[in-house]
């Protein structure tokens, strides 16, 4: 079974200033990774994905997320927030390919930027 | 815009009502997915059809359903809703195993 763990499930940051979300999970077999952000009354926007391939991701927005295998993690990061932002994110894994797509979601992280 | 689309977007009912949730994939996509999103139990996943037939079930109650149609739009029953069916119902599509894209969703509020 897969599992998906969000460190935090509230982040304040300065505008400005660097965003750090916090994912780990267990997956037993080679993860496809997802982060999704949610806004306010919104569906889900994906941000960036790792299937195969670099291990740094460049995402939407600004924001990147680095596949860590030794360390079952998949951080996302932005260097500079800015107000809108924020939002809800959400980390996500599947099994991908042939096994199809379902989703595993974290717990999920709000955002809130400070001015 | 993701092109999935669901309708409608918001749904009030009473308690031990039943309702149908639509949701349109993406054009070329074959595979639906729903998803439940809830304060208490977060983003969950309920079920999915590819071309038609059911692929793969999560944690869908058994007062809940879905077919998939020809079309290949989608239908999610909830039947004999109770207040804590209230929460967020989202659709997604992908081409086979694919990168899948969200609805906009369906708000339930069951009173």
């Known amino acids: 079974a897969q599992s998906v763990t969000q460190l935090g499930s509230h982040v304040s940051v300065s505008e400005g200033a660097l965003v750090l979300l916090r994912c780990n999970y267990s997956?037993?077999?080679?993860?496809?990774l997802f982060w999704y952000v949610q806004y306010p009354n919104q569906g889900l926007q994906l941000l960036l994905k790792?299937?195969?391939?670099?291990?740094l991701v460049k995402g939407i927005n600004g924001f990147e997320a680095e596949f860590k295998k030794s360390e079952t993690s998949f951080h996302l990061t932005k260097p500079s927030a800015h107000m809108s932002d924020a939002a809800e994110y959400f980390c996500?894994?599947?099994?991908?390919?042939?096994?199809?797509?379902?989703?595993?979601f974290g717990g999920g992280t709000r955002v809130l930027v400070k001015p | 815009d993701s092109g999935v689309t669901q309708t409608p977007k918001h749904l009030i009912t009473a308690t031990g009502q039943r309702v149908t949730l639509r949701c349109s994939p993406r054009?070329?996509?074959?595979?639906v997915y729903w998803y439940q999103q809830s304060l208490d139990q977060g983003l969950q996943f309920l079920i999915q059809?590819?071309?038609?037939?059911?692929?793969a079930k999560g944690n869908i109650l058994e007062r809940f359903s879905a077919q998939q149609f020809p079309d290949l739009h989608s239908e999610l029953n909830l039947s004999s809703l109770e207040l804590g069916d209230s929460a967020l119902y989202f659709c997604?599509?992908?081409?086979?195993?694919?990168?899948?894209?969200f609805g906009q969703g369906t708000r339930l509020t069951v009173v």
């Open positions: 997604a599509s992908s081409v086979s195993g694919g990168l899948a894209f």
């Open positions: 997956s037993s077999v080679p993860p496809y």
């Open positions: 790792y299937t195969t391939g670099a291990t």
């Open positions: 996500a894994v599947s099994r991908g390919g042939a096994a199809g797509n379902k989703l595993t």
């Open positions: 054009s070329g996509d074959l595979s």
């Open positions: 059809y590819y071309n038609g037939e059911e692929r």
